[in-house]
């Protein structure tokens, strides 16, 4: 709980700085291969408890990118932890990397409750929490995806969002590669 509440109150104080714009994001070449198989282990733990199967597909040639570790750690653990929190047992879990158009593509892609499109449009607002019908166990205060917003963009990338109700959903984030 003590873990839970402090991530919370750190969601909080990076959106408030991000909100004044102060966000200085030291950037260093990072392999992003290594930081999702880090993220996945992280959670596994959760995923056992939901009884889920986790796919690593890796593909990308080339996976370095500029970064700042620690937020672009925060933000595919948000990924994944979401992912988590809207499935039921039995969770399918799949991340997988390639290249696309001379950028790196990340998906993460679940088969969990799912959402609207109108929750879609909506979910990268501040504050917004989708509605899951007579779910209560969701907890959290509607920062994360607003949060992984930022940090996409804060890395010059670019996120986007499929999903259906009862099938999952699946972001899709591209990120610029460093030059080697």
């Known amino acids: 709980e003590n873990r839970r509440m402090n991530k919370h109150v750190e969601t ?3 959106s408030a700085i991000m909100d004044r714009q102060q966000l200085d994001l030291i950037k260093e ?3 992003i291969h290594e930081l999702i198989r880090d993220v996945v282990t992280h959670h596994q733990l959760q995923l056992d408890e939901k009884q889920s199967t986790t796919e690593l597909m ?3 040639k080339q996976d370095v990118v500029m970064a700042n570790p620690e937020h672009f ?3 595919l653990s948000n990924l994944v932890d979401n992912a988590i ?11 997988t990397t390639g290249l696309s158009r001379g950028r790196l593509q990340i998906r993460v892609a679940d088969n969990g409750i799912g959402m609207t499109k109108e929750t879609v449009k909506r979910i ?6 989708a509605h899951t019908g007579n779910l209560h166990n969701v907890k959290g205060f509607g920062l994360g995806l607003s949060y992984v917003k930022s940090i996409v963009d804060a890395h010059g990338g670019k996120i986007r969002v499929e999903s259906s109700p009862g099938k999952g959903s699946e ?3 591209d990120f610029p590669l460093t030059q080697s």
């Open 12 to 14: 909080i104080l990076q």
């Open 29 to 31: 070449p990072l392999h």
């Open 58 to 60: 890796l593909e990308a």
């Open 73 to 75: 750690r925060n933000m």
């Open 85 to 95: 929190k809207y499935a039921n047992d039995g969770l399918l879990l799949r991340i």
């Open 124 to 129: 990268f607002e501040k504050f917004y929490r």
């Open 171 to 173: 972001f899709i984030l």
